[in-house]
Structure formats: C-alpha cells, structure tokens
C-alpha cells in the first residue's frame, strides 16, 4: 500500500514538472513573438521615417533647384502619409555655391534623419555672346518724328519714307519708282509744281508713327549690355577703337564725339551730339546697327562719310550733305535735313537690325553627396 502512494506521487511530481516545462515555454515563446512584433513595428516606422525623410529632402530640392536663393532659408514641414518630415537647410562659410538640406522625418516611434550636400554649378542660358541673337524690325526705310526736309539732288534707293512732320523733297531727287511716302502733315515735292515721278506714291495727312516704342528702348539696352559685358566702353573719341570687342563700343563720354577713319563695329552714344567727318566709315558686324544715339543732341554726317547699317537715333536730329551715303534704315526723333547729293540705302537687312545675344545665367542645383 505505500509502495503504491509513493509511485502516484512520483507520477504527480512529473505532471508538474511537465506542465512546468510547458509553461516556461510558452512564455518564452510568448515573450519571443511580442519582441519579435515589437521589433517589427519599429523596423517598419522607422523605414517609413527614413522614406517620409527622403521624400522632404527631394521636395525641397525640386523648390529650389533653379533658385539656389530659397537654399539660405528654405524652412519646410509637412504631413505625409501617417508621419511628418521637417526640412532645414544651413551654409558652408566662405562658400556661396554649397548649401546642406537636412529632414527629419517621424512615422510612430520611428525618427530617420537624412541630408544632402547641394552644389549651384550655373548654366549659361544663350550663345558665347558673338553672333547675331534676336532682331528688331522698323516700320519704315526712313522714319523721321520731325519734318524730312531735302534740298539737294537727294538719291533714295528705299520702298518706304514716314514722317510726322511735314515732307519736302527736291523734285531733281532720284528715288525708286515703287517709293511710298507718308506723313502725318502735307509732302511737298518739287516746290509743288508737281514732277511726281511715275510710280512714287504720296500719302499725306495719315496717322503719326511711335517713333521711340518700348521695344525699341529694350533692343537698344541690349546693345549697351553686350558692349558693357565685352568692357567695350569709351569716354572719349580718341580711345575708341576700331574693332571694338564683341563689336559693339560704348561712347559715355561728356564730350562731342567726332569720328575720323574706318570703324568695324557699332557704336551705340549715350550723350552729345555725333559728327561724322569726310570719308569716314562705320561698317556693323553681324547685321548689329552701325550708329545708335539716345542723345537729343545733332548728328551730322559730312561728304564723303559713309554708313553700312542702321542708323538709330530717336531723340536726335539730324543733318547730312555732300555726297555721305547711309546703308541701311534710318530712324530719327526729330528734323532730318539733307542737301549735296547724299544717298540713302535700304541696306542689306531692310527694314530692321540684328541684336547680339544677350548671354545669362540660370541656376542649376545638383546634389553632389547623401548622408
């Protein structure tokens, strides 16, 4: 009878001990999946940070990538899926073209943080600054906002004069049988007693022409940009050269400018008044005007001068003799008077000029380097 107690209670120890083992198991097991699930939720939140990170950094690079300006204080924050990023960026000293990005990004208990080292390597938008970039058109062969006043055997191988001001033309002037004169007051010809030649068509009293439109200002800025860019500036008639560098000199001298000799490039005057001697020449690369004046001031063009390309001048007036000729339009502010035997030339451009490019830069943000 005892021997039989002892072996049930060495079976119950052994139960026990069993479901002990079990137990401890379990929990073990138990304790191992919860880690292990905890583990995962925070592997998951913080991909997701490092994602939500990512996507901050490049919004905010995509905003500035052509405007490496927002760089200095760009300051973006936003909710993105069930987390947030936060983008912050700072400067390398003494370097202005590198800026850092930095994002923060959350999701639950995850936090990635995430940068970029940013450089501005500028782009040049536009030709080497040679050549002919845009042109600018003029209405007319001849434009005059004044009166156009010709006395002497006046030769005029154009299709079209205007002039707001009142036309008088020497009736021993030679023209091209398909010439179209305008004005806004009355054109006198040969001292009225008629000799219209055949062909030559006069349209008086018709609407005045902007003679100085905006356009025209910016087509002229162009101009003294190109010859600014190319340190092609001059204060006085004696330093100037030529052949001017990028082919258009700048005159910004206080002094009247008197030309003497042969000149290859424009020449764009900001002041005074603008003689061109006997036999001088100007000749305009690239189909750029040969002589631009935004002075109100005279240009006078001698016997003997000749101009290949426009002359521009829209607050000037204007006086030539002798036998000087003009190749190419011509456009002036105020009262032209002509005498001698000057020609004037459509050109080869007609009715209009070239500008050369205007060269700039744009800003091209790359990312040179990821933390």
């Known amino acids: 009878m005892k021997k039989q107690i002892n072996r049930k209670g060495s079976a119950l120890l052994t139960v026990l001990g069993i479901v002990a083992v079990v137990s401890l198991a379990l929990v073990s097991l138990c304790f191992t999946a919860q880690q292990q699930f905890h583990s995962a939720l925070m592997s998951r939140d913080m991909l ?51 800026a850092q990005l930095t994002s923060v990004g959350r999701c639950g208990s995850g936090r990635a943080v995430v940068a970029a080292d940013l450089e501005n390597i500028q782009l040049i938008v536009g030709d080497d600054g040679s050549g002919s970039g845009d042109s600018y058109t003029v209405e007319n062969d001849i434009t005059v906002g ?45 001292n009225g007693k008629g000799g219209v030649p055949a062909g030559v068509t006069l349209m008086p009293n018709q609407p005045r022409q902007e003679i100085n439109p905006a356009e025209l200002q910016a087509a002229i800025n162009v101009l003294i940009n190109h010859a600014i860019e190319n340190d092609a500036v001059y204060s006085s008639s004696s330093d100037l050269p030529a052949n001017p560098p990028g082919g258009v000199a700048l005159y910004n001298g206080t002094s ?86 000057a020609d004037l030339y459509a050109g080869s451009n007609g009715q209009g000029f070239n500008l050369p490019y205007e060269e700039s830069v744009k800003d091209n943000v790359v990312i040179t380097a990821w933390h």
């Not at 008197?258 to 603008?274: A, D, F």
């Not at 935004?294 to 016997?303: D, V």
């Open 256 to 341: 009247d400018l008197k030309l003497h000799g042969n000149y290859n490039g424009s020449i764009v005057v900001l002041g005074g008044s603008i003689t061109i001697n006997a036999q001088a020449t100007i000749e305009s690369p690239d189909g750029y005007p040969a002589l631009v004046s935004i002075s109100p001031n005279q240009i006078r063009i001698n016997g003997g001068a000749a101009i290949y390309g426009a002359v521009i001048a829209p607050n000037a007036s204007m006086r030539f003799n002798g036998n000087a000729e003009i190749h190419g339009p011509l456009l002036v502010g105020q009262d032209v008077l002509g005498n001698g035997t």
């Open 146 to 190: 004044g009166t156009l006043d010709i006395t002497g055997n006046f030769h005029a191988d154009v299709d079209s004069i205007h002039a707001n001001g009142i036309i008088e033309i020497n009736k021993k002037s030679n023209v091209s049988d398909t010439l179209i004169i305008s004005s806004a007051g009355s054109i006198i010809w040969g």
């Open 48 to 98: 997701k940070a490092r994602m939500i990170a990512e996507s901050g950094l490049n919004k905010a690079y995509h905003r500035i990538k052509e405007d490496f300006e927002l760089a200095k204080n760009i300051s973006l924050s936003e909710k993105l899926s069930d987390g947030s990023f936060k983008v912050s960026a700072k400067s390398f000293d003494g370097v202005v073209s590198r």
